[in-house]
């Protein structure tokens, strides 16, 4: 998974609320609280950017804590090629950044993966970009059918 939400022309992650870069120095706003992005980031099957794609990644995550970064995210993977093609899962939770391995609920799915429940474990593998802001993740998930 890429996420790029300060990439110039292209970001795969967009601000949806206003921020104004003064509010860093105000103490609730150390850790971007309130702050939300609206995401359509690239799945790959390998760690470059530029390998192909099979699905998308698309939701949202916002920053609902005023003692650390943590990201409320919420988003749908949809499939896009392969057997799989046309599933979806539904994934929720929330992304302490400062811990190495972060776990989210699966919470449904619809095509193969219908009723589908588990865990999506994410780590990061790389940060780049302006404030080390774009990330490739790596994710493993869990399913559970029934």
Known sequence: MHDTPFNGRAPS???????NASDLQNEINNFLLGQIYVFD???????????????RAQGTYSFVSREEF????SYTVTIQTGKYKGSTL??????????????????????????ARGILTSQVLN????????????????IYLD
Do not use: M, R
């Open 41 to 55: 980031d690239p799945l790959t099957q390998q760690s470059p950017p530029e390998s192909p794609t099979f699905g």
């Open 13 to 19: 992650a967009i601000p949806v609320t206003a921020y």
């Open 127 to 142: 940060l780049f970009g302006p404030f080390n802001a774009s990330a490739t993740l790596i994710n493993h998930a869990t």
């Open 70 to 73: 943590v990201a409320y995210v």
């Open 90 to 115: 539904n994934i929720l939770g929330a992304n302490p950044n400062a811990k190495p391995i972060k776990t989210c609920a699966i919470a449904g799915g619809t095509g193969h993966f219908i009723l």
